[in-house]
């Protein structure tokens, strides 16, 4: 059987604008552009996963139960859009964390590729023919410790630069509709390699 690919987003400071620690779904914001670029993912073949860090459970800042309605808003958004959430992950933990339950060393929280090869697995994606799109180098490396390619934006967020071959991106772009532009070259030149054999 044929598997999926996907596109593999990462949320605050990626998909939806960043405010630290908010589960409050009337303050969600899409990205400029965002809906362009996630319509034309979706007309690629794409399926649209989202990875979150939510290290405010861990941290006693509010309660797991408060993403769910976050996930709904989200979901409720893209859909007025025609564009279909595929799947929705987050990591709860934190090793510094206040919360005994989420205070701990974990495979899911970024760095980690725990949630993408979760999401590997209930989607039957080919990582390899998959993305993963993100706003600082963590999301990099978790993307391809996963087997993804990777996209960068470039808009402010990461502020550390620390470069090693396992957090650099394949293209860094400024923002998710140029992403969208790159995968959609990446798709046309392998059409084009696979016609000329």
């Known amino acids: 059987m044929m598997k ?3 596109v593999v987003l990462d949320k ?3 998909l939806i604008e960043d405010i630290p620690y908010n589960v409050d779904s009337d303050l969600i914001r899409l990205s400029d552009g965002a809906l362009e670029a996630l ?3 979706q007309e690629m073949g794409y399926q649209l996963i989202v990875v979150t ?3 405010g459970i861990a941290r006693g800042f509010f309660p797991e139960s408060a993403l769910g309605k976050l996930e709904d808003r989200l979901r409720e958004i893209l859909a007025s859009a025609n564009i279909v959430l595929n799947g929705f992950y987050y990591c709860p933990h934190h090793p510094q964390g206040k919360v005994s339950e989420y205070a701990f060393e974990c495979s899911c929280r970024k760095p980690q590729p725990g949630m993408i090869l979760r999401a ?3 989607h039957e994606l080919d990582l390899s023919a998959s993305w993963m799109i993100g706003d600082i180098l963590n999301d990099m490396e978790a993307g391809n410790l996963a087997g993804c390619r990777t996209i960068l934006l470039k808009n402010g967020h990461e502020t550390e630069w620390n470069i090693t ?3 650099r991106p394949d293209f860094v772009v400024k923002n998710l509709q140029e992403a969208a532009q790159v995968v959609n070259n ?3 030149f392998k059409r084009i390699l ?3 054999q």
């Open 4 to 6: 999926s690919k996907a």
């Open 12 to 14: 605050g400071g990626t």
């Open 39 to 41: 319509r034309m993912f």
């Open 53 to 55: 860090n939510q290290s």
């Open 120 to 122: 590997a697995l209930d």
């Open 165 to 167: 071959t396992s957090r």
């Open 186 to 188: 990446e798709l046309l």
């Open 194 to 196: 696979s016609d000329a």
